[in-house]
């Protein structure tokens, strides 16, 4: 979760807002498995016990920064589905959102902003330590100095010694952001042929 939101911030610093809203939401995903315990589902017409799809676990995880909210930022201002739809939108390049679903950066600052307060307080949970047994979360291993080791495990276990899991966060320019979120309306008309439509604006 650390490295999917620092590099959402990184982008968000290169105004890079799309690929910012992609890896906060596949952070949000992450935070869905874990707290839910499910492992991942190898087919997708047919679940087996304990299995889920990637759209339901980001539901989950959106519904639990719903329910364990950070006091001190503003609510979410979307919905699961709509969350859905935007991580559709931001992955896929021949995608479009549905009148009435707005982006702006903002909203991915609030989502990083939920996503740092779950980091530190979701260890709380006494159903975590089975969750996580049960979710089958296995570490990438990469070779480094002629021996494979699993990417990041080494340097968060230092890191936890001293710190809280959401601490010392790198490009986080997003936290304490409170402004107020403003929406977009990014729905746009049909095309006619008969130039741009007043107003309209283009992403």
Request: net charge neutral.
């Amino acid at each position: 979760m650390r490295e999917f939101m620092q590099a959402s911030g990184l982008n968000l610093e290169k105004g890079y807002h799309l690929g910012a809203l992609f890896l906060a939401l596949d952070a949000t995903e992450l935070l869905g498995r874990v707290v839910s315990g499910a492992r991942h589902a190898t087919n997708r017409r047919r679940k087996g016990p304990g299995e889920l799809g990637a759209t339901e676990v980001l539901r989950r995880g959106v519904k639990y920064l719903n329910a364990h909210a950070d006091p001190r930022a503003a609510p979410l201002p979307h919905s699961p589905q709509d969350y859905v739809n935007l991580r559709n939108f931001a992955g896929h390049g021949a995608t479009y959102l549905k009148q009435g679903v707005d982006f702006d950066p903002d909203s991915t600052r609030l989502l990083l902003q939920h996503l740092a307060h779950a980091l530190n307080t979701m260890w709380d949970d006494p159903a975590l330590p089975t969750n996580l047994a049960a979710v089958e979360i296995h570490p990438v291993y990469s070779e480094n100095n002629s021996s494979w080791q699993p990417v990041y495990v080494h340097e968060m276990q230092e890191h936890l010694k001293q710190k809280q899991p959401g601490d010392g966060l790198c490009h986080n320019s997003w936290q304490g952001h409170q402004d107020e979120i403003v929406t977009v309306d990014n729905s746009s008309p049909a095309v006619t042929g008969r130039g741009s439509h007043p107003g309209t604006s283009r992403s």
